[in-house]
């Protein structure tokens, strides 16, 4: 079992923090938010990790080196400019093998239990499913949130089963993905993620769960200085 982190983007928005750090190395709680993901994804059993990078990435390939100080197996996907997230995924794929694979984006912070992927990529060899989204509750910033889930499977926004129990929910940036999903894309060629995502939404072939711990997009220095101060706390502490 493979995971691709995603660390590759300029971090616009967190501009002046990161016109000398990468987003991915940007610290909450006393460890980059990138280490917090790699942390979590060893402990669950996944050691075999993929890093793209593009902005600063030789700083993120100096703070990360080959893995071994987190029990990690670190490779590096290098962008000589940044290819979005498909894109990326697609250049990384020699990287990833031929098994389903999870991606994390490098600038979220959450307390998903990666322990499941093992379990949801095994389902999705024995599916026709191509991808498997974990979705959050909707931040205030992002009020409409992305998809609907209902049942385990992921819907379009405008589907009629929203009047039947199904909730509109936010895209965490956490996917399980069958490698077969990029192998259209041009290596090399930018791509983005939502198309890809909202065209096997509507062939029916993603399913979906609802992850309701502590998730947040840390899109701005803001809520990363809230982030910080919220992983501060001595309850936080405690169990980190």
Not at 53 to 79: M, P, R, T, V, W
Not at 116 to 143: C, E, F, G, W, Y
Not at 146 to 170: C, E, I, K, M, W
Request: proline share 5%; charged share 20%.
């Amino acid at each position: 079992m493979r995971a691709m982190i995603l660390a590759a983007g300029r971090g616009e928005r967190m501009r002046p923090l990161t016109d000398h750090i990468p987003k991915p190395l940007l610290q909450v709680g006393g460890k980059p938010l990138i280490v917090w993901h790699i942390e979590r994804l060893v402990r669950s059993g996944i050691v075999d990790i993929v890093i793209n990078h593009a902005h600063l990435g030789a700083q993120i390939e100096k703070a990360l080196g080959d893995g071994n100080l987190f029990g990690a197996q670190i490779k590096y996907s290098s962008e000589e400019t940044a290819l979005e997230t498909a894109g990326g995924i697609a250049f990384a794929l020699n990287l990833l093998g031929e098994e389903p694979f999870a991606v994390v984006n490098g600038d979220v912070y959450c307390e998903y239990d990666f322990e499941r992927i093992h379990q949801i990529a095994a389902q999705l060899k024995q599916t026709r499913d191509n991808v498997h989204l974990v979705m959050v509750n909707n931040p205030s910033h992002h009020p409409k949130g992305d998809f609907l889930l209902h049942d385990g499977r992921v819907l379009p926004t405008d589907n009629q089963r929203s009047a039947s129990g199904a909730v509109q929910l936010t895209f965490s940036g956490i996917g399980i993905y069958q490698p077969s999903l990029f192998a259209h894309i041009q290596r090399g060629s930018k791509a983005p993620l939502a198309p890809l995502l909202r065209e096997q939404i509507a062939q029916g072939s993603v399913s979906g769960e609802h992850c309701q711990g502590v998730w947040v997009d840390v899109g701005t220095p803001q809520r990363l200085e809230e982030l910080d101060k919220s992983l501060r706390t001595p309850q936080n502490i405690a169990h980190v």
